[in-house]
Structure formats: structure tokens, C-alpha cells
């Protein structure tokens, strides 16, 4: 007989960016800036990425696309592995992700990809990485975990390695 189970799902829903404390907003900020360097020239869909290292500093990341479109490279793993690249034991707080161009009220949360490689970090610096997914005139979701975003994920267990 099957068991059914059930995933929740926690996030807070802000009404607008200027309700956020001063450090999320710029944060934010800094991720729509880094969306105007995107290089979109086949979607026009320009995503920049701000990630929160845990020592102070921010990197910024902007999807880059390519012709032969799985080659492009999202802003948010841009921004991540660029900031794990200039050091590999840095810790994520968190990571702000803006589409300026969006008409709608509701945010972009990341694709799948990205969950997958911002999940991979969550494991590999064992803390939740907060997620702040916002549009300049509408809502800011923030959620408290990549984890929440990719429930049954596939992880470094399944390959038959201890994480």
C-alpha cells in the first residue's frame, strides 16, 4: 500500500524591496547591476547574481550564453564558482538573484542547474545558504535554505560516497 507523504515549503514573501534591511537591499543591488553586464544576446532574458560570502566580501556572476545554448552559464553559478574559484573554503550566506527586465510582480527563483550546484554548497560548507530572489517593483522572496528549493535532491550519497 503507498504511503503518502507531504513536503513543505517555508519562505517569507516581503511586499517590496524597500521593506528589506539596508544589507539585502544592496545586496540586491548589486546583483541588478550585475544583470546589465549579462551577455543575453539570444534570450534577452539578463540575470545577475550577488553571492554573500560569510568573511565580507561580494561576488557578482551574470548568465552568459552561448550559440549552443547548453553551453551558456547561468548568473547564479556563475557568481558561485567564480567565488569559490578565488577560494575554495569560502562560506555562502547568501545569494541574490535579479532579473531586471521582468514586467511581472513575481520574482525568478533559480533553474534547476543552479539549485543543484547551490545545494552542492550548502553540503560541502555544511550551513543553509539564504536565497533572496527579488524584482525592483514587485515582492522579494526570501527563503532560508537552497535545500527548501530541491526537495528528494540527488546528492554525493547516491554515487556511493559520504558527503
Not at 513543505?8 to 534591511?21: D, G, I, K
Not at 553540503?123 to 522572496?141: A, D, E, Y
Amino acid at each position: 500500500m503507498a504511503n503518502p507523504r507531504k513536503l513543505t515549503f517555508h519562505y517569507v514573501q516581503h511586499p517590496t524591496w524597500a521593506s528589506l534591511p539596508k544589507e539585502d537591499r544592496k545586496l540586491l543591488d548589486q546583483a541588478m547591476a550585475a544583470a546589465r553586464k549579462a551577455y543575453a544576446p539570444y534570450s534577452k532574458f539578463k540575470v545577475g547574481a550577488a553571492v554573500q560570502l560569510e568573511e565580507g566580501p561580494v561576488v557578482t556572476g551574470s548568465n552568459q550564453e552561448n550559440a549552443s545554448f547548453p553551453a551558456g552559464t547561468c548568473a547564479e553559478r556563475t557568481a558561485l564558482h567564480a567565488a569559490l574559484a578565488a577560494d575554495p573554503k569560502a562560506v555562502v550566506e547568501c545569494v541574490a538573484i535579479v532579473v531586471p527586465q521582468l514586467k511581472r510582480q513575481v520574482p525568478v527563483s533559480p533553474c534547476g542547474i543552479c539549485r543543484q550546484a547551490l545545494l552542492e554548497q550548502e553540503h560541502r560548507q555544511g550551513s543553509p545558504i539564504r536565497l533572496l530572489m527579488g524584482t525592483r517593483k514587485g515582492i522579494v522572496i526570501e527563503t532560508f535554505s537552497a535545500e527548501s528549493l530541491l526537495p528528494l535532491a540527488f546528492d554525493g550519497s547516491f554515487l556511493g560516497r559520504r558527503r
